[in-house]
């Protein structure tokens, strides 16, 4: 079903045009929010943000602020909203604090924060290279590794067979690990 297409059935019948577009862009929303949640939030909160993300797309239709092609529109939607999700998760949002103080380098277990500092810049680093692969090599690489789903679990998802998915599964991956190694991270 093209775009305009998903547009008019969403002005003529608002419910079964919501689900259209859910059931064709989920899987793309899913995966920028995980890409940007992953390191910091649960399943739970990650579904949470596809909700409200979709939320704010249905409005964006019903205010006609989307004209055109859907998908770009729901990427910059979704990417804003999660980015705003993990601020909010992270407690990074209208939080300063001063690097001259140095109680803030070390936890309550006394574990060093800067070793987590770079763990999570590794797993950000390493979402963003996920990203770059683009669809539906990211969805297959997150579904396999980060949710553990099967081939043939991701095939339905993708509309693709078992065997291409796990074809281009081992493509992707040895992609993700050339872009990596150009980054300076071994994995």
Not at 20 to 27: H, I, P
Request: aromatic share 8%.
């Amino acid at each position: 079903m093209t775009d305009n297409h998903m547009i008019k059935l969403l002005r003529s019948s608002p419910d079964i045009g919501r689900r259209v577009v859910f059931d064709e862009y989920c899987n793309y929303v899913y995966a920028i929010a995980a890409s940007k949640l992953v390191g910091c939030g649960t399943r739970e909160d990650i579904d949470e943000c596809v909700s409200d993300i979709f939320a704010e797309i249905y409005r964006s239709f019903e205010e006609d602020r989307i004209v055109g092609d859907i998908k770009p529109v729901l990427g910059m939607i979704a990417k804003r909203r999660a980015i705003d999700y993990f601020r909010k998760i992270s407690g990074l949002s209208g939080r300063t604090v001063s690097l001259e103080d140095e109680k803030i380098w070390e936890q309550q277990s006394g574990e060093r924060v800067d070793d987590d500092v770079e763990l999570r810049e590794r797993n950000r680093i390493l979402m963003e290279k996920i990203d770059e692969l683009g669809e539906p090599d990211s969805t297959i690489i997150i579904q396999q590794y980060f949710y553990s789903r099967t081939a043939k679990e991701i095939a339905g998802q993708v509309s693709l067979t078992a065997g291409n998915v796990q074809k281009r599964s081992i493509r992707a991956r040895e992609r993700l690990k050339a872009m990596l190694l150009e980054v300076g991270i071994s994995y």
